[in-house]
């Protein structure tokens, strides 16, 4: 996945959100892990280092640097470790470090602290909040039910199978004009199939992009 300028200074102006989380320096490991745990575990989201609360352009801290240690934590802070696609771009002549984060095939990921004790947390609004034992079992409910798929679901499953999604994966409207097909029936789908675990995803709205799992 590659973010555009464009897309991402939309987003900046949308604010922070349920998929959206913007800081102007890279927080300490723990706090990170819980960011990246409740997108994984929850709908997926978008991390912007370099960006303050109310999306002012500050720029990334040695973003080359903060990218690596971004990918580290994401590694070594979570249980199962969290796979995220992260870059640098440059914004208005600012260098911003981005992570789009699925909602993951491998959730509940749990984050880890500095004695090693694991917590789970999902998205509520803009924060990040330790799991009830409801939520965890909406959760757990919801990847075990994703064995039920409908013929439309397979059949997108087949056609991303003979596609070339590479990291950039594909959007549901895409599929819709292949098969001509209405788009709202195309997102239902492959939103099923993400909640299935049978894909991942990144990105939002009708740029959502969508590979299988590997």
Same mark, same amino acid.
């Given at each position: 996945?590659?973010?555009?300028?464009?897309?991402?200074?939309?987003?900046?102006?949308?604010?922070?959100?349920?998929?959206?989380?913007?800081?102007?320096?890279?927080?300490?490991?723990?706090?990170?892990?819980?960011?990246?745990?409740?997108?994984?575990?929850?709908?997926?989201?978008?991390?912007?280092?370099?960006?303050?609360?109310?999306?002012?352009?500050?720029?990334?801290?040695?973003?080359?640097?903060? &990218?690596?240690?971004? @990918?580290?934590? /994401? !590694?070594?802070?979570?249980?199962? +470790?969290? *796979? #995220?696609?992260?870059? =640098?771009?440059?914004?208005?002549?600012?260098?911003?470090?981005?992570?789009?984060?699925? &909602?993951?095939?491998? @959730?509940?990921? /749990? !984050?880890?602290?500095?004695?090693? +004790?694991? *917590? #789970?947390?999902?998205? =509520?609004?803009?924060?990040?909040?330790?799991?009830?034992?409801?939520?965890?079992?909406? &959760?757990?409910?919801?990847?075990?039910?994703? !064995?039920?798929?409908?013929?439309?679901?397979?059949?997108?499953?087949?056609?991303?199978?003979?596609?070339?999604?590479?990291?950039?994966?594909?959007?549901?409207?895409?599929?819709?004009?292949?098969?001509?097909?209405?788009?709202?029936?195309?997102?239902?789908?492959?939103?099923?199939?993400?909640?299935?675990?049978?894909?991942?995803?990144?990105?939002?709205?009708?740029?959502?992009?969508?590979?299988?799992?590997?």
């Amino acid at each position: 996945m590659e973010l555009e300028p464009d897309e991402l200074a939309r987003r900046i102006t949308e604010g922070e959100g349920k998929t959206l989380e913007f800081k102007r320096g890279l927080p300490g490991p723990p706090k990170l892990a819980r960011t990246l745990a409740a997108f994984a575990n929850t709908r997926g989201g978008l991390l912007l280092i370099g960006v303050g609360d109310r999306g002012e352009l500050v720029g990334a801290p040695r973003p080359r640097e903060t &990218l690596a240690t971004l @990918r580290r934590i /994401a !590694a070594e802070w979570l249980e199962p +470790a969290l *796979e #995220l696609q992260a870059g =640098v771009l440059e914004l208005d002549g600012v260098r911003l470090v981005w992570a789009s984060v699925p &909602l993951s095939p491998a @959730r509940p990921h /749990a !984050a880890l602290d500095a004695g090693g +004790a694991r *917590e #789970l947390v999902v998205r =509520v609004g803009s924060s990040n909040r330790r799991a009830s034992e409801a939520t965890l079992k909406a &959760l757990r409910a919801q990847v075990a039910g994703g !064995a039920s798929l409908g013929e439309l679901e397979r059949s997108i499953l087949r056609w991303l199978a003979t596609r070339p999604c590479g990291v950039h994966g594909v959007t549901a409207d895409e599929f819709a004009r292949a098969r001509n097909i209405g788009r709202q029936r195309a997102r239902r789908a492959f939103t099923h199939l993400e909640l299935a675990g049978r894909v991942v995803a990144h990105g939002s709205g009708a740029q959502r992009r969508y590979a299988p799992v590997s």
